[in-house]
């Protein structure tokens, strides 16, 4: 079993959703996508799915927000679930119509990585950093830390086959954010990387020009102009 420090930092969070979705009058609903893969004492923790806005939205339109890939970075976790609470808030600035109205649903992974944020530590339960556990070779990737396969004892070890958080989030992707057929808008947010603030778009694993350019360079546009303080670009190499 985890620690009882563990199990209650874990705990926080889990009190946050939840109140977050009562305090949504059912604009915010709540399931269970997976748990997480054990830690070596064996503690799993839940991996949560929220859906905000009307159901008959997702049917329109939806976006996906994923957060806590990295369970050192509770910083992206409690802005993703800040934003949620500022798009329902008739009272906030960042209050969206558009959402009240039914006209997309989002749907948020805010931990994607429970037994890291629980743990305080970047990779999973299984020293994998979720962030380089996937199936495919990026292409040129940094030396170590691009990704490694030589030990979890090691920061950025990518693990030898897809982890049970990477799987999850897979089948998200297969089931819900892809079943409509069109392109899909999807935010990952990470926090503490160096002095500058990044928006990237893919690929992470390539160098090669994104299909549908224009469009992330036409949201990158926009984005400019009222987030000049960060760097938009695509990211063109596995070392995030």
């Known amino acids: 079993m985890g620690t009882t420090k563990e199990i209650l930092r874990f705990d926080r969070w889990e009190r946050r959703l939840v109140r977050l ?44 927000i994923v957060s806590g890939v990295h369970g050192l970075e509770t910083i992206g976790i409690r802005i993703h679930l800040d934003m949620i609470k500022c798009f329902l808030n008739p009272k906030s600035s960042h209050f969206s119509q558009a959402l009240a109205e039914g006209k997309f649903g989002i749907y948020s992974l805010p931990i994607l990585n429970p037994a890291g944020v629980a743990r305080e530590t970047r990779a999973n339960g299984r020293g994998v950093d979720l962030n380089r556990n996937s199936g495919i070779d990026a292409e040129g990737a940094l030396p170590f830390f691009g990704g490694h396969r030589l030990s979890p004892a090691l920061p950025y070890y990518r693990g030898r086959a897809l982890e049970r958080e ?14 409509s057929g069109r ?34 360079q036409h949201m990158a546009a926009e984005l400019a102009d009222r987030h000049p303080l960060y760097r938009i670009e695509q990211i063109g190499r596995a070392h995030v």
Do not use: C
């Open 21 to 64: 979705v009562r305090r949504s009058d059912g604009m915010v609903r709540i399931r269970q996508l997976d748990f997480s893969s054990p830690t070596r004492d064996g503690q799993r923790y839940p991996i949560y799915l929220l859906e905000i806005g009307k159901s008959s939205a997702f049917k329109r339109h939806a976006v996906s």
């Open 166 to 179: 990477s799987r999850a989030l897979y089948r998200f992707l297969r089931e819900y954010a892809w079943k």
């Open 183 to 216: 392109l899909h808008t999807a935010l990952d947010i990470h926090s503490g990387y160096g002095a500058q603030n990044y928006l990237w778009w893919p690929y992470s694993y390539s160098k090669r020009r994104v299909p549908h350019a224009s469009v992330f």
